[in-house]
């Protein structure tokens, strides 16, 4: 066992686990143990169970991504500061300032990919798992909380006539062949457009304009691109299990990132002037949203208190 491996080794123990007792929950329910089905919904509880646990990593992620989008004027005017010093001094104060930043703000750079970094070692461990049924099988050995009786059922589960521990570029043979070929490319396909389509409506719905015409813009707009063709390309190697995967997170992000660009927006975002229409249109006053500071609420005006006007009351005033 590898560096690689052994790292990923107690989250391949996760992953077989938890897909485990969604597998004996669905047997239980009546559902055949072999059958590809079980094993696809078995995997798609994998996707809620570990989509579910980082909630509220996501809702850190929202935070930290509109502290990002808010400090943008205050990065702006300190590039602008320290713009043609290049001596040593010069780039430790800007570095310095800048750090003074995020922590005034409460974000980092690197706390919007938190989810997807937490993410990863899951991914990198059910691919371990799924691409190494089949030598399991063939072994008698058991993959993690997976004893060798289930490896040899998952080995043999296919869905549509496509095994599941197959992948485009190592399917099955005959027919098998065939329909591994064509859920392999509709899965692909799913799985890139569902991840474009999410980045898509974010930048479109959910920024405000000072956030698109910021430098960190222009590097989102290339990874709305990159990243759906990266996962494309490796598309080919991934088992269909795999594929399931990642297609039901991206279709949870879909869901999870419609849900807070509507009840959730960026302030000054064409999302959250939506927001605010549909609030008027139905007589409610408008909620602070989520990151915004506490400046940019509009507080209501005060409401004026009736004083008893008093009698004037004259001084010389004649005695009965």
Same mark, same amino acid.
């Given at each position: 066992?590898? /560096? ?23 047997? #239980? ?19 809620? @169970? ?26 702006? =005017? ?45 991914? #990198? ?70 991840? /474009?389509?999410?980045? =898509? ?14 430098? #960190? ?13 990266? /996962? ?27 849900? @807070? ?19 008027? =249109? ?39």
């Amino acid at each position: 066992m590898g /560096f690689f491996g052994t790292i990923l080794f107690p989250f391949k123990w996760v992953v077989s686990w938890i897909m485990w007792i969604f597998h004996e929950g669905f047997v #239980f329910l009546g559902m055949d143990a072999a059958s590809g089905w079980t094993w696809t919904l078995s995997i798609i509880g994998l996707v809620i @169970v570990i989509r579910a646990a980082l909630i509220p990593v996501f809702v850190k992620q929202i935070k930290a991504q509109r502290g990002m989008q808010s400090l943008q004027p205050d990065l702006k =005017k300190l590039q602008q500061k320290y713009k043609g010093k290049t001596d040593q001094l010069s780039r430790q104060a800007m570095t310095q300032e800048q750090m003074a930043l995020y922590k005034k703000h409460g974000t980092n750079p690197f706390a919007a990919c938190l989810p997807m970094l937490i993410q990863m070692p899951f991914f #990198f461990a059910l691919f371990q798992v799924l691409s190494g049924v089949s030598k399991a099988s063939d072994d008698g050995t058991h993959i993690g909380a997976l004893s060798a009786d289930a490896i040899q059922q998952f080995d043999a589960a296919s869905i549509l006539g496509a095994p599941l521990s197959s992948s485009l570029l190592h399917g099955g043979t005959g027919g098998g062949q065939t329909a591994v070929v064509i859920l392999s490319i509709i899965m692909i396909v799913a799985m890139t457009a569902s991840q /474009f389509i999410t980045q =898509k409506q974010i930048m479109s719905k959910n920024m405000s304009e000072e956030a698109l015409a910021s430098p #960190f813009m222009k590097q989102q707009k290339m990874m709305l691109y990159i990243l759906p063709l990266v /996962f494309g390309i490796g598309g080919i190697n991934f088992p269909i299990g795999v594929l399931i995967y990642w297609t039901t997170t991206n279709l949870w992000t879909m869901g999870q990132q419609f849900f @807070v660009i509507r009840r959730m927006p960026t302030p000054g975002s064409p999302a959250a002037k939506a927001m605010a229409e549909r609030r008027a =249109k139905k007589g409610l006053p408008m909620v602070p949203l989520l990151g915004e500071k506490k400046t940019d609420t509009v507080e209501p005006a005060p409401v004026a208190t009736k004083i008893q006007r008093q009698q004037p009351q004259r001084k010389n005033r004649k005695k009965r």
